[in-house]
């Protein structure tokens, strides 16, 4: 029913953006006890876990992908993504790391003219340049304020972007649910060797965790499962072109969120640029959106990384 019910996707869209803020101002909070490896562990397990429960529940989508290999590639590029996040939180504000991370589109727009030679119109260009002018205001290089850990959502961003030109041109080959199913496996076979062979004692940490901090680390596993699924949900009930400017929503809610739970608000140079990016960033994820040979793949307009 795609295009039937544009006020009900935009719902859904908001609220996947609030599940990721909340998720990474969780992480942020979280990531002071527990090591952020066995968070970003959990997070991969509980998503592997619900969309096996979903598969095996579902009469449309199974677990069987047509290109394994895309299936592998894909999962590798989003864990770096996701491992930029959430070592990223942990040296920056949530609101400016997330305006950051959100420059993905105009590196999409950069990617495609470079590496898939695709012609870019001038108002893309001036997207890209206002974007990554935006960001430069968050971070204001030489300020002192960020210092290093500001390649993190860099990084993010550019894997991301990868990650979307990637899928854009095998998405609808594959059904999204599947490959969110994978997703989450490809991470935790990654994660898991990665997690037991490191210094990090496993059951001495669970045990020393509080309830609410287990409960934490499940949340965080859920919020970043459900808000990809909402995503895909809202993207059977109105075009991505509708949708994906409200994608960056999850600015405001990430700012209101890490003001409400850890005290910090950003200084006015810094919703300045985040106000940029935002509008940089939204202008050219619809434009990207509107151009993609596979316009209404929930998998190629994915622009939330977590």
Excluded at 27 to 51: D, E, H, N
Aim: aromatic share 10%.
């Amino acid at each position: 029913m795609k295009g039937h019910h544009p006020t009900l996707g935009i719902t859904l869209i908001l609220l996947m953006a609030g599940c990721f803020a909340t998720m990474d101002t969780s992480i942020k909070y979280l990531g002071a006890f527990v090591p952020v490896l066995l968070i970003m562990w959990g997070r991969y397990l509980t998503q592997t876990l619900v969309m096996t429960v979903w598969l095996l529940r579902s009469k449309t989508s199974t677990f069987r992908a047509a290109h394994p290999k895309f299936q592998l590639l894909r999962g590798i590029l989003l864990l770096l993504t996701s491992s930029a996040s959430f070592y990223g939180v942990q040296y920056l504000p949530v609101a400016e790391f997330t305006a950051i991370n959100m420059l993905t589109p105009v590196i999409v727009t950069l990617l495609a003219g470079w590496v898939l030679h695709e012609k870019v119109s001038p108002l893309r260009w001036a997207l890209v340049c206002g974007g990554f002018a935006g960001a430069l205001i968050v971070i204001r290089p030489g300020s002192g304020m960020f210092g290093w850990a500001v390649i993190l959502p860099l990084a993010g961003a550019v894997s991301y972007a990868s990650f979307q030109v990637l899928t854009s041109k095998l998405a609808a080959l594959e059904s999204p649910f599947t490959t969110h199913f994978y997703t989450g496996l490809t991470g935790t076979a990654v994660l898991t060797p990665l997690l037991f062979s490191s210094p990090i004692d496993i059951a001495g940490t669970l045990q020393a965790a509080t309830a609410g901090h287990l409960a934490l680390m499940l949340g965080i596993g859920l919020l970043g499962t459900t808000g990809h699924l909402l995503l895909i949900l809202a993207l059977g009930l109105a075009p991505t072109s509708t949708l994906m400017p409200f994608v960056y929503t999850q600015i405001a809610f990430a700012a209101a969120i890490s003001y409400a739970v850890l005290g910090h608000a950003p200084d006015p140079w810094g919703w300045v640029g985040m106000g940029v990016v935002a509008l940089c960033g939204a202008a050219s994820a619809w434009l990207n959106v509107r151009k993609a040979a596979v316009p209404s793949s929930p998998v190629a307009a994915d622009t939330i990384a977590g």
